[in-house]
């Protein structure tokens, strides 16, 4: 148990829709990550925030952006979904950032394409 | 080139053997990070390093700061000890993830 939830699980969707997808962080933990995990393949980075400001981002287009509220817990929100998005949606959680802390991960989302 | 390596990419071992998982890196890091992804996709955390060697349990996780190198060591393995294993390193503000060792212990 990580302290870190994600929600939801899974969830299936048609491209051209958007998702919303919901991280709550470890208690006390002001930085939240998110990756994405195609099957078979190594997560890769989206973005970073740190205390509700995005300082860091990966090699990932606009139409992926995110929240992060005053609580911490944070949100990754997909627009215009494509059928390469499938893939399981990791957050994880630390203090200070990746470079300092220890890190949390949720379970992921599962997202489908269809 | 990767920046992070790992080997070997599968291991099948016998119950009660010793492990051990390598990890190589080419760029500057802060930290490394020895991960654990079970089946099903979560990640756990298994050590953060930066220096030295860290114990926890049948773990042990060793880094070499000057090589650019780090092992995960695995005493008396056991069945639940499958799963995949993920090195990766902080460099600036994200994550570089080596590719994963599948490891399968047999009983």
């Known amino acids: 148990e990580t302290g870190v939830t994600q929600s939801p699980t899974h969830l299936i969707k048609t491209r051209g829709q958007q998702v919303t997808l919901r991280c709550s962080s470890q208690?006390?933990?002001?930085?939240v990550s998110w990756y994405q995990q195609a099957l078979g393949q190594g997560p890769q980075f989206i973005f970073q925030?740190?205390?509700?400001?995005?300082?860091g981002r990966g090699n990932f287009p606009p139409r992926f952006s995110g929240l992060q509220f005053p609580n911490y817990s944070s949100e990754l929100n997909v627009n215009a979904l494509e059928l390469d998005d499938s893939a399981l949606y990791l957050c994880a959680s630390s203090l200070l950032g990746q470079n300092t802390g220890e890190l949390f991960f949720g379970e992921g989302s599962r997202l489908t394409v269809l | 080139k990767n920046e992070v390596e790992q080997s070997p990419q599968n291991l099948t071992a016998q119950e009660g053997e010793f492990i051990t998982i390598n990890c190589s890196y080419s760029v500057g890091i802060s930290a490394l990070h020895w991960l654990q992804q079970h089946p099903g996709g979560g990640i756990v955390s298994l050590f953060m390093l930066s220096s030295g060697k860290k114990k926890h349990g049948r773990l042990i996780a060793t880094i070499n700061i000057q090589e650019k190198h780090s092992s995960l060591h695995i005493t008396a393995s056991h069945p639940r000890d499958s799963a995949v294993y993920i090195c990766?390193?902080?460099?600036?503000?994200?994550?570089?993830w080596g590719a994963g060792t599948k490891l399968i212990i047999k009983p």
């Open positions: 925030y740190y205390r509700e400001e995005e300082n």
């Open positions: 990766a390193v902080t460099g600036n503000y994200q994550l570089i």
């Open positions: 208690s006390g933990h002001n930085t």
